[in-house]
């Protein structure tokens, strides 16, 4: 069945250091993926997407590329801010968005 | 953007009793409903999926009896958690799709502590 795997955290990084947490997926056909973002305290909100191959999503900095051969879309961000440490969470859905699988979450902590 | 909202968000209850948390899409309707459990270790264990005026689906392991689900208009669904334990205790979250955004917006959460 369809799943997601990302990289276990937490990660730690320092101010304004490069940023990237790796997700990988498994799907039947041509799913949509996603990266939600949980700051402390709140609920998920969607950080950034993309729906086809080669797309990418890209929000606040971040940036993420669907690639089809290697059924990734790792998160990237140039230079991090504290304000960024939160939990992200990788996520795929079918083509008619009725089921949402979601990897295991990585906290990210970024330090001044 | 849509918005989904939960409410309590925190609650606190005795053995024993039950808990109902409500979430509502506020400025579209949404046929489907999702509810997730937030674990410890941060992973988002899909409960079931709600859908307006028929019985939800539950994923496998989690029990229908305990967990009651009612979505009983377009803009609104609730969680029942009957008979509480303190294992249930956790952070829960609703989420919904509205057709055509092509993805998935969330609520706020509840954490249920139980004593």
């Known amino acids: 069945g369809d799943s997601v795997t990302q990289m276990e955290g937490p990660v730690t990084l320092s101010e304004e250091a490069f940023l990237t947490i790796n997700c990988t997926y498994t799907a039947t056909g041509y799913p949509s993926l996603f990266w939600y973002v949980q700051y402390p305290g709140e609920g998920l909100q969607l950080l950034l997407k993309?729906?086809?191959?080669?797309d990418k999503g890209s929000n606040k900095g971040f940036e993420a590329t669907y690639r089809k051969e290697t059924t990734s879309f790792h998160l990237e961000k140039g230079s991090v801010q504290v304000s960024d440490s939160a939990v992200y969470f990788c996520a795929l859905s079918g083509g008619n968005f009725n089921k949402f699988y979601f990897g295991s979450g990585t906290k990210l902590n970024v330090k001044p | 953007g849509a918005v989904v909202s939960q409410h309590p968000s925190r609650v606190i209850c005795k053995s024993g009793t039950s808990v109902k948390i409500e979430c509502r899409s506020l400025?579209?309707?949404?046929?489907?409903m999702f509810w997730y459990r937030q674990f410890p270790k941060k992973s988002l264990m899909l409960m079931a999926t709600s859908n307006e005026g028929s019985k939800a689906t539950y994923e496998q392991g989690v029990e229908k009896d305990k967990f009651l689900i009612n979505h009983a208009s377009l803009t609104l669904s609730t969680l029942t958690v009957t008979s509480a334990h303190p294992e249930d205790s956790s952070f829960y979250i609703c989420s919904a799709t509205r057709p055509g955004a092509g993805e998935l917006f969330f609520g706020e959460g509840s954490r249920l502590t139980v004593l």
């Open positions: 400025d579209f309707q949404a046929t489907t």
């Open positions: 993309a729906t086809k191959a080669d």
